[in-house]
């Protein structure tokens, strides 16, 4: 197998698909609280959602379940994912197919209708994105006029003396929970492929994509979630 620095980081999730659900609770402190954070302040009604980077469907399934009316678009650049998660949602809403949509591509690249959808939710995989200005650009239009991003993900701290703490206290997490090799492979992962920005910076970068409101609604550690609007105009 690859090591993760010889891969995309797409392509390190792939290769671990089967694997994911385990690991992606060694190194993700609140992983569950951070999905029911996320989920936590949803609009009651969305009949148009995509969601960016579904791996192996943990938040692709509660969607399903939230919106039963919904279309929802799910994007993901490893097809395993993709895979993974279109056989879990046919398992868990078999009558629901049709309103389903899967889309193997990089966020890079991706391309959206002009205000074609109401929500844009995304967890722990914008990091991955080195311009995420020009993808919040593209989400922006994307988005329906009051419609909205949500984004769960890790984030820096602005102040040296808190980042210091909080990453020791991550790695710390990590070391408790992951055997020698995953916590090498995860390190390595780390350097090659995670862009994390600060709440600052990816305010800054919402609101430069045209975004209003951009707020942290939920921290906790590295975790966070974002949320912000594509304002109606006056
Ligand atoms: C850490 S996983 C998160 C999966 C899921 N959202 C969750 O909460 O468990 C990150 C996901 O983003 C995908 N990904 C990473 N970089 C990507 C890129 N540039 N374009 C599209 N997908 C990407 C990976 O394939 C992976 O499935």
């Avoid at 791996?55 to 994007?75: D, N, Q, V, W």
Wanted: hydrophobic residues 40%; proline residues 3%.
């Amino acid at each position: 197998m690859l090591r993760p620095s010889e891969t995309t980081a797409f392509g390190y999730w792939g290769a671990m698909a089967e694997r994911y659900d385990t690991h992606i609770r060694h190194v993700c402190p609140n992983y569950t609280e951070l999905l029911t954070r996320l989920l936590d302040g949803l609009p009651d009604e969305a009949g148009r959602i995509v969601e960016l980077g579904c791996g192996s469907g943990g938040l692709s399934l509660e969607l399903a379940a939230r919106y039963p009316r919904a279309s929802i678009t799910f994007i993901d650049a490893a097809v395993e994912m993709v895979d993974l998660t279109k056989a879990r949602l046919a398992a868990a809403h078999p009558s629901s197919a049709e309103h389903f949509r899967f889309i193997v591509s990089r966020f890079e690249d991706v391309q959206f209708n002009e205000g074609s959808f109401d929500l844009v939710i995304s967890n722990i995989s914008l990091h991955h994105v080195q311009d995420q200005l020009s993808l919040f650009r593209r989400i922006w239009q994307g988005l329906a006029l009051g419609g909205r991003i949500r984004i769960g993900d890790h984030f820096l701290f602005s102040n040296p003396t808190e980042q210091t703490i909080h990453w020791a206290n991550w790695l710390t997490y990590c070391r408790e929970n992951c055997s020698d090799a995953e916590m090498d492979e995860l390190l390595d992962h780390v350097t090659a492929h995670d862009r994390y920005t600060t709440l600052a910076e990816q305010f800054t970068m919402l609101l430069a994509a045209g975004f209003a409101t951009p707020d942290c609604v939920w921290r906790s550690g590295l975790a966070a979630v974002v949320t912000a609007d594509r304002a109606p105009m006056f």
